[in-house]
């Protein structure tokens, strides 16, 4: 089974905001389209490790503005399943 994590964004500018700050903290980072089983619509998500996870969420605590959301991704086979994560990216945290 794999599993990583993938934020969403509001906008293509945070997307690449957030991208440049996972970068200047030595996170390894990768922009991909949206997946399907998140949103049917066009964007732009980042994809990273289950390790860079705590990292994130500090970062995020920080400055989690640019963040929609953060999901968690596991594929078996051809089976996609994502789970929404609270965090400081909520409004509502």
Avoid at 13 to 24: I, P, V, Y
Wanted: hydrophobic letters at 40%; glycine letters at 6%; aromatic letters at 8%.
């Amino acid at each position: 089974m794999e599993r990583f994590y993938v934020g969403t964004f509001h906008s293509v500018s945070h997307a690449l905001r957030f991208e440049k700050l996972l970068k200047n903290h030595n996170l390894d980072v990768a922009m991909i389209p949206v997946p399907r089983v998140i949103s049917s619509s066009c964007g732009i998500a980042a994809r990273f490790s289950e390790q860079a996870l705590p990292s994130v969420q500090a970062l995020l605590t920080e400055d989690g503005d640019d963040v929609e959301s953060i999901y968690l991704l596991s594929y078996e086979g051809k089976k996609v399943h994502a789970e929404r994560l609270a965090g400081p990216w909520d409004n509502d945290s």
